[in-house]
């Protein structure tokens, strides 16, 4: 398949418009299904167009910022489609964070608003007490009656009242929206995307991987504040005409086969720590499921894993590598073309080129760079030009990724290009990480790495050196994560910790981290 056949976004585009209309004709059809019911397309639109008109009511103007953090309802969608729609830009967070983190996004957005649900509001309410920008207007989404905390009801602004009758009339090229992406010193970066950011991505990995059909129904167990996830929860299924399911709860192993067996989803979207917490959980039979297609990514997906899963429903996980800079997955595997242990080729549409660190072109079977051109890539990170300048090169995105390509054209995974983790499909910062640690009364110094557990996948295993006088113990070691887990997101918190007499250092005092993972290998 060429790139000839990939469509282009047309110039003029509001990605919210351009959904809205390519399902006009399907108002009777669900659209999504969560744990309080359903909505049809036609009340999407509705919605959608509503919540437009309430923004603009309310003096939100057209590229003013609006913070994002709300668990997958399908007050989500109606949310982030209502902004793009009214031109005004969704910044979507993750709903795990803490509240200096929120504080810190806040100032660095300058987010005019807050649309948040009723149980992340005292943390969002926190922030903003911490942060010096102060959100003029909060939204709460799925309110319950007796709530007593402030702000204005989603439900109530979209369940009637006039609608924005013309989206704002934006260019492929208009900023529609930002993700945070970790950075190696701790600091999140804003990823600004385009309208026509989200269309290139399912003109690509949708059109030429997913292929969903109007029949199909989606659930996506990474959260639609992922790039992963927004693609699975709303950019594919919605360009399709497919029906989503949503859950707002924890993806645990139970939690997926409730939606499994409840709603008969077709495709499923996870991730390598699920699929192998699904295998080693109490998994339903094969005949008593609907799911035709699973996809992976967030992290390479182990071989075993992946044949496991597959031998047991007869169904294929479609492994592949994408990025918040990238919006989604532009190296996989497809259907008829399927090497488990690999992440794929390239997705029709994007080019990819490995190259050494003098930036040269490096022999297939040998370790490269990961570098990717396409549609899809961000334009920047926000107030951010360093980290821009280092990221996106001309047409070309450094992934920071390590890769291996061989003489047939598979790519094959071989580590992180910097000391950033991937734990549970999820960056982590070991300097943020560290930091976190050394404000423990008993540390003095910390190091993070990563180490792989029986299923290949990776865990965060944190080296103490504590203060003269304290001594190591299992209990030491479990309040430790436990301080780490009240002060960052609970993700970031180190599985393991070994109490180390001193950390290996360079003569200029830099810890060796490649020394730590050498002792742990080792180890065995």
């Known amino acids: 398949m060429t790139d000839s056949k990939i469509a282009a976004a047309p110039e003029q585009l509001n990605f919210a418009a351009h959904l ?17 019911g359903s909505l049809t397309y036609g009340d999407l639109a509705q919605r959608v167009r509503r919540f437009a008109a309430r923004l603009a ?76 920008t102060k959100p003029a207007l909060i939204i709460v989404s799925r309110t319950s009656e007796d709530f007593p905390g402030g702000g204005l009801r989603l439900d109530e602004l979209v369940a009637d009242g006039s609608e924005m009758e013309e989206a704002a009339l934006t260019q492929r090229d208009d900023i529609a929206f930002w993700l945070y992406s970790s950075g190696s010193t701790g600091r999140p970066k804003g990823t600004v995307h385009t309208h026509g950011n989200l269309f290139a991505t399912n003109a690509t990995y949708g059109e030429h991987v997913l292929q969903l059909k109007e029949d199909d129904v989606t659930f996506s167990a990474p959260k639609l ?16 005409g497919a029906t989503v399911v949503l859950m707002a709860e924890r993806p645990t192993p139970e939690a997926v086969f409730k939606r499994w067996l409840e709603h008969k989803p077709t495709v499923y979207f996870g991730v390598p720590t699920l699929y192998a917490a699904m295998l080693a959980g109490q998994m339903p039979e094969k005949d008593a499921v609907s799911i035709k297609t699973c996809l992976s ?46 992440s794929g080729k390239p997705v029709p549409g994007y080019e990819l080129q490995l190259l050494s660190e003098e930036g040269n072109p490096v022999a297939d079977g040998e370790v490269g760079d990961l570098y990717v051109k396409g549609d899809s890539s961000a334009l920047m990170y926000w107030a951010n030009r360093d980290k821009s300048r280092a990221t996106f090169l001309g047409a070309w995105t ?40 050394l404000e423990h009364e008993a540390v003095l110094e910390a190091a993070m790495i990563g180490i792989h557990d ?43 910790i070994d109490f180390i007499a001193e950390l290996p250092k360079t003569p200029t005092g830099k810890i060796q981290r490649f020394k730590l993972r050498d002792l742990e290998t080792a180890r065995g």
Request: with cysteine; hydrophobic share 40%.
């Open 20 to 36: 809205l209309e390519l399902n006009a004709q399907r108002s009777e059809k669900t659209a999504y299904i969560d744990d309080a």
């Open 57 to 132: 009511e309310q003096g939100v103007r057209r590229e003013e910022r609006v913070f994002l953090c709300a668990h997958d309802t399908s007050d989500w969608p109606v949310a982030f489609l209502g902004c793009l729609y009214a031109g005004v830009v969704p910044v979507a967070v993750n709903t795990l964070l803490s509240d200096r983190d929120y504080a810190y996004m806040l100032d660095h957005s300058a987010a005019r608003g807050v649309i948040v649900s009723e149980a992340l509001l005292p943390t969002i309410q926190s922030a903003i007490g911490m942060a010096a």
């Open 225 to 240: 504040f992922f790039a992963y996830g927004l693609g699975n929860g709303l950019t594919f299924p919605l360009s399709a």
């Open 297 to 342: 990514a967030g992290e390479a997906l182990p071989k075993e894993i992946g044949e496991r899963f597959d031998a047991h429903f007869g169904c294929p996980i479609l492994d592949g590598i994408g990025s918040t800079e990238m919006l989604h997955i532009f190296l996989s595997n497809r259907k008829g073309q399927l090497r488990y242990g690999s």
């Open 398 to 437: 450094k992934t920071g990724d390590k890769y291996v390509r061989d003489a047939e054209g598979w790519y094959t995974y071989s580590g992180r290009s910097d000391d950033m983790l991937k734990v549970s499909g999820q960056y982590v910062s070991p300097f943020e990480v560290e930091s976190c640690l």
């Open 454 to 496: 029986q299923n290949g996948l990776v865990k965060s295993k944190a080296f103490v050196v504590l203060k003269q006088g304290i001594e190591g113990s299992d209990a030491l070691a479990v309040e430790i994560k436990r301080f780490v887990k009240e002060r960052l997101a609970p993700h970031k918190y180190p599985r393991r």
